[in-house]
């Protein structure tokens, strides 16, 4: 299993650019989540999926888009991008409520 | 006031001391996470509990449900676990502001 897998590792934007970043898992695992993390701040929830189709927003959701259209992938859109977007973004996923966490090695995005 | 406390923030130590980092919440869950995160590195999974105590090597975790309160301890600390300690629960996965561990040798 290669478990939580995001791509890319790093990217440079220029503001109103856009892009996706990728997360797949192999794990069959039904809930996937993505968060962003500031320099010296904690982990803030953008957007969170309970299963194939279903998408919701969390604390952070502006500017972004997300998708569920497999259990497997769970694509995150920047769209305009703009500076405050600066950050590490980290997806992760787990089976149901009490299962172990699983997380991807992060994107580091920089816009300029 | 946050749904789920971590403390201290910051925390230093001398390499061998025994290391506690506690974590309330105020939602009801269905389980907790401990993550370790290094600097500028991803972050690991360490336990995942919904009650009780689990021991892996020199790292306990502890959760007392009825006190919505859990503990993560690191007996004999080692400069390696320098890392931010992070608390996390589900349903709503929710994550605690992080415990920044420093240990000099």
């Known amino acids: 299993n290669a478990g939580v897998t995001q791509t890319p590792k790093f990217r440079i934007l220029k503001i109103g650019q856009s892009m996706t970043l990728q997360c797949t898992q192999d794990?069959?695992?039904?809930?996937m989540y993505w968060y962003r993390q500031d320099p010296g701040m904690g982990l803030k929830l953008i957007y969170y999926s309970v299963g194939a189709g279903i998408t919701d927003k969390g604390e952070v959701p502006n500017g972004y888009n997300v998708s569920r259209s497999t259990t497997e992938d769970f694509p995150l859109r920047l769209e305009l991008a703009a500076p405050s977007q600066t950050s590490v973004y980290f997806c992760a996923s787990m089976t149901v409520y009490n299962s172990p966490l699983h997380f991807g090695n992060g994107t580091r995005l920089t816009v300029t | 006031k946050n749904e789920v406390e971590q403390s201290p923030q910051n925390l230093t130590a001398q390499e061998g001391e025994f290391i506690t980092i506690n974590c309330s919440y105020s939602v009801g869950i269905s389980a907790l996470h401990w993550l370790q995160q290094h600097p500028g590195g991803g972050i690991v999974s360490l336990f995942m509990?919904?009650?009780g105590k689990k021991k892996h090597g020199r790292l306990i975790a502890t959760i007392n449900i009825q006190e919505k309160h859990s503990s993560l301890h690191i007996t004999a600390s080692h400069p390696r676990d320098s890392a931010v300690y992070i608390c996390a629960v589900t349903d709503k996965l929710i994550f605690g502001t992080g415990t920044r561990l420093q240990v000099f040798p």
């Open positions: 794990m069959n695992h039904n809930y």
């Open positions: 509990l919904s009650s």
